[in-house]
């Protein structure tokens, strides 16, 4: 009995070590954060239940990969791919703006860091797995089809061998470089908004002020000082609703209509989606303190503030984010949440 049991601690063990991992392929795979946590508990109960056919002609880790790649197939047969805003209306003017929500699978969820970015001491690798967990790009991987999603992720961020890939897939080496090819193109024909974002890990000197200066400008609710961190041609969204806007004068405009309520907003740094963010609480008149309002994931290049994504539905994100569901107001400085 004793056997026994060390013998299944040991295996949960062996297979909790690639949690992080998998989680982070399932979810480049489904673009949606709970659906990658299913997607791994489903992985790893199907391989408890059949390790016993485990031969270890594969190594573990190849072994799971191809029952995470089995169970994300089937969860995309269904054939919905995952969007931002921009990638499904045009750009509303804010004269125009109205607040129309679409259902939450319709929507790319965001993903806090540590769930999905396995720890690694190799700086290159590690800047492989932030960059590919950046929202354009994992909206640029739902324009392709299923299984050139997965031969991309696996050749391209999980760097494995055209022959792995043909082997956990059951097909050939020239059918994986085939489907590669079609999904680089697909790629290339696509200038996905923000796919020029860029934040240096850690953050440089420069980003730190900028973030510093985000904060500061938006706690206080200053416009103009905003205005000067916002490129000219930034992107502002707020899923679920499919509102998206474009330029400082729409985004800050919005702010002071529609977006008012948010003044006097709190913010919490958070690590999501490889970029910087913030969890923002939103004053609350009834019980007093702040409650939760927004995951914010920002998108930076040169010095400027191109993206600013507010992912509304806080019911499901700030617990995924292991934040708090309440500020109280003398807490002006409370620990991070990721």
Known sequence: MSDGTATT????????KHRV?????????????FEAEDAVQDTMVRAWRSYDKFEGRSSLRSWLYRIATNVCLDMLTAGNKRARPMDLTESTPLAQAALSPRPDNTWLEPMPDSRV??????????????ESVRLAFMAALQQLPPKQRAVLILREVLAWKASEVAELLGTTVA?????????RATLAEQQQPGSDAAASDPLDEEQQKLLERYVA????????????LLHEDAVMTMPPFDLWLTGVRDITGFMTTLGAPCAGSRLVPVQVNGLPGFAQYKPDPEAGGFSPWAVQVLEISDGRI???HCFLDTKRWFPLFDLPLHLEAEADQVEEGV
């Open 9 to 16: 601690t040991d295996l949960d063990i062996r297979l909790e």
């Open 306 to 308: 191109t993206g600013f």
């Open 175 to 183: 059918s994986v470089n085939s489907a590669l090819q079609r999904a």
């Open 217 to 228: 400008a938006f706690e206080g609710y200053d416009m103009t000082a905003l205005t000067a």
């Open 21 to 33: 991992e998998l989680t982070g392929y399932c979810y480049r795979m489904l673009g949606s954060s």
């Open 117 to 130: 970015l396995p720890t690694t001491e190799d700086p290159a690798e590690a800047a492989v797995a932030k």
